[in-house]
């Protein structure tokens, strides 16, 4: 399964999701390929990996290389990783350049997926509505959305939802789903009850219950090159990934039991727009 984790508004906790819920799933003995297709490269260093020029997707999507010679080890045992640096940023134009311009992130992660060697590929999608994420969403299966417990993060999260649509009308992807939305950097006030009140009854059951709690240990754990869920697995933040986690696991058995038909997202009567 393809997973892309996308919002196009920085600061949500996007890539901090990315690299606590492979460990989480890892920790749960799931094999993960996070692909970091974000040329900031956060989740390639997150993971205690050292960006390295020429060492990302750029090679396999200018067909210049095979995707497999990007696949390195992490510091988390059953985590590996396709690293992203810098130059990545300029496939975006490339890619522009090309007929099949939204398939390229398909066709170069197809061999990863045949192969079976991953149980589930995380895509960290770069913040922004750019050809890489278009790409992403082109390639996933489904998209998991992580929201700021705030209400700017509102309009972001519309935004997000309007594209997956278009992914599915124009029929770049008629299948991708919205695997869910995730609460991230909640804060215990009365204005973030009231973003995850508002977005649950909008929502409904496509929000998961877990909320992630904002944490100053989750911004020292990067420094270490090891998700927070490694460093410290026994904070709010973390067992709320575990838990996150567990919820994921759970849907997807689910998902199995409904021969993986199930209806797109669809706001509430008076929702966000």
Do not use: W
């Amino acid at each position: 399964m393809i997973l892309a984790i996308a919002n196009q508004k920085g600061g949500v906790g996007k890539t901090t999701t990315v690299v606590n819920l492979a460990a989480a799933l890892a920790a749960r003995r799931k094999t993960v390929l996070v692909v970091d297709l974000d040329p900031q490269a956060n989740a390639t260093s997150g993971l205690g990996v050292e960006p390295k020029e020429g060492v990302s997707l750029y090679g396999a999507l200018m067909r210049i290389a095979d995707v497999n010679d990007f696949i390195v080890g992490t510091a988390v045992d059953r985590v590996n990783l396709i690293p992203s640096e810098v130059n990545l940023a300029g496939v975006e134009i490339e890619l522009a350049r090309m007929d099949d311009h939204l398939g390229g992130v398909r066709k170069v992660l197809k061999p990863v997926v045949d192969s079976k060697v991953f149980d589930y590929i995380l895509v960290d999608c770069p913040p922004s509505l750019g050809i890489l994420m278009s790409n992403a969403l082109a390639a996933a299966d489904a998209v998991l959305v992580p929201m700021q417990c705030e209400y700017y993060a509102m309009e972001g999260l519309s935004v997000i939802l309007k594209l997956v649509e278009r992914m599915r009308a124009t029929g770049a992807n008629p299948g991708l789903r919205v695997e869910g939305i995730a609460m991230t950097m909640y804060s215990h006030t009365r204005l973030a009850d009231e973003v995850v009140a508002q977005v649950r009854d909008h929502y409904g059951d496509a929000v998961y219950k877990t909320v992630v709690p904002r944490s100053v240990r989750a911004g020292e754990a990067p420094s270490y090159g090891i998700p927070l869920v490694a460093y410290a697995p026994s904070t709010p933040v973390a067992q709320a990934y575990f838990i996150l986690a567990n919820e994921f696991l759970a849907r997807q058995k689910a998902l199995a039991g409904t021969d993986g038909k199930v209806d797109s997202i669809a706001p509430k009567s008076g929702a966000i727009a």
